[in-house]
């Protein structure tokens, strides 16, 4: 599976922007970037996903480079609900028989969100 | 509509002894992972079932893992017999049938295992 590379920790004001960046180098032309988000005590819970355009949901948005080598989540709006370890993860996307169906987690951003 | 649930939330059992967590997925879902996180480690894939047979068990630990999906609908994994290593957070998750990197997964809030 290909690698993405993420700070370990980032901190932010509540109601201020957040961008939180990935580096993946490695990414294949099949490759989609997802991102999810694990809050305190519960499961991980899908946040986006993009594989060459930029992309936006009621959650966040997701800028991805051109050469496809980076990506940025972007949190318009920070709330205190925001704080949580955050990952950017690579899904291959021929589908079934190949690794694209499961999730590969790093160690993500702790997304610290100060009142 | 109801999410992932998994039960149960937790347990405490003793090294050697079995322990069998179970998952239901969100009505609908012809896919079903397992996924676990022991101490201090990442969350790491353990196996995928598309409905009742599994698709990928690459990441099963070894044979004292047993995961079923009987009738395509909730499924259970067993551990047996425990030891000390196995201790951490089982989450369980499911999504739709359709194309594997395109499907978000719904993960459930995960069965806590402690074994002493």
């Known amino acids: 599976d290909a690698k993405t590379t993420q700070p370990n920790s980032m901190e932010s004001n509540e109601e201020e922007p957040v961008h939180l960046p990935c580096n993946h180098s490695?990414?294949?032309?099949?490759?989609?970037i997802h991102w999810y988000r694990q809050l305190p005590s519960q499961g991980p819970e899908y946040v986006i996903h993009g594989l060459t355009s930029n992309v936006n949901n009621r959650m966040a948005s997701l800028a991805i480079a051109e050469d496809r080598k980076s990506s940025t989540l972007i949190l318009h709006r920070a709330t205190l609900r925001d704080a949580a370890v955050y990952y950017c993860i690579l899904r291959d996307g021929r589908g079934y028989g190949t690794s694209g169906s499961r999730l590969t987690f790093g160690e993500g951003t702790q997304l610290t969100v100060n009142p | 509509e109801a999410g992932v649930t998994q039960f149960p939330s937790h347990s405490v059992i003793e090294k050697g002894q079995t322990v069998t967590l179970r998952c239901d997925p969100i009505?609908?879902?012809?896919?079903l992972y397992w996924y676990r996180r022991v101490m201090g480690k990442e969350i790491k894939f353990l196996l995928h079932?598309?409905?009742?047979?599994?698709?990928?068990e690459s990441g099963m630990p070894n044979n004292r893992f047993l995961a079923e999906r009987t009738g395509g609908t909730y499924s259970t994994l067993k551990v047996q017999p425990a030891e000390l290593e196995d201790s951490g957070v089982y989450f369980c998750?499911?999504?739709?049938?359709?194309?594997?990197?395109?499907?978000?997964?719904?993960f459930g809030p995960g069965t806590r295992l402690t074994v002493l």
């Open positions: 490695t990414i294949s032309g099949t490759d989609y």
């Open positions: 998750a499911s999504s739709l049938t359709r194309g594997g990197a395109y499907n978000e997964q719904f």
């Open positions: 079932f598309v409905k009742e047979s599994k698709q990928d």
């Open positions: 009505s609908g879902h012809d896919n």
